[in-house]
């Protein structure tokens, strides 16, 4: 399937350090999302780049697409405690029909 | 009141008993989904439904079957539940022609003994 695979699967760093997550899928997309679990909890989605965009930006978040390398990477910068929780990336294949998760990286921000 | 409300929130059962999870939304999206998660494996589409009338397999529907009851409600059952069907199951709602973006419930966590 279209799955996404996300690196690294952890991630630890220091309060108001950036935190960077990438993600790399197979085949062609129609759009890539990100979304936050915190434990147990329900996912939330944060933000959607299609495939014929490069940047786009959401407060403390920064998300590129490269479709050449089939890859994508989510930046959170000045990390917060709150940001502890794991995240997730999602396909939208060409076809638009369903969302294909990764396996998640899980992001602990120490105070 | 939540957007998507899953019942029950948690479920305990042994194997062999028919359990059903239920879904209901009140934002009025035609699109609803169910997923499965798993410690390590990310979410696994069981079954979608893009209209009241339209039913569709996902990765992992062997076991599993659903009903579309009405636009806002949609049930995900078990018929003879196995301790391999624990998990943490999550109803999904989208909406067509808004790219796909998913809103979730808060889950509901079962255990098959």
């Known amino acids: 399937s279209q799955q996404g695979e996300e690196d690294p699967q952890a991630l630890s760093i220091q309060e108001g350090e950036n935190a960077t997550m990438n993600c790399s899928y197979k085949t062609s997309i129609n759009n890539l999302q990100w979304y936050r679990q915190n434990s147990g909890r329900g996912l939330v989605h944060l933000i959607l780049i299609r495939s014929n965009e490069r940047e786009k930006h959401s407060g403390r978040l920064r998300v590129t697409l490269d479709t050449s390398k089939k890859s994508s990477s989510l930046l959170i910068t000045a990390s917060r405690a709150a940001d502890t929780a794991s995240y997730f990336c999602?396909?939208?294949?060409?076809?638009?029909?369903?969302?294909?998760f990764g396996k998640g990286t899980m992001l602990l921000v120490s105070p | 009141d939540a957007d998507v409300t899953q019942t029950p929130r948690n479920r305990i059962t042994k194997t062999g008993k028919r359990i059903m999870l239920e879904c209901s939304q009140t934002?009025?999206?035609?699109?609803m989904y169910w997923y499965r998660q798993d410690p390590g494996l990310g979410l696994q589409l069981i079954y979608y439904?893009?209209?009241?009338?339209?039913?569709n397999k996902g990765e992992i529907s062997d076991g599993y079957s659903v009903s579309r009851q009405a636009q806002a409600k949609f049930s995900l059952s078990l018929e003879s539940a196995i301790p391999n069907q624990t998990a943490l199951y999550f109803c999904?709602?989208?909406?067509?022609?808004?790219?796909?973006?998913?809103?979730f419930g808060e889950g509901s966590r079962l255990t098959v003994l």
């Open positions: 999602a396909i939208m294949n060409s076809g638009y029909s369903t969302l294909t």
């Open positions: 999904a709602i989208s909406r067509t022609g808004k790219s796909g973006e998913l809103f």
């Open positions: 934002k009025g999206h035609d699109r």
């Open positions: 439904s893009f209209d009241v009338k339209d039913i």
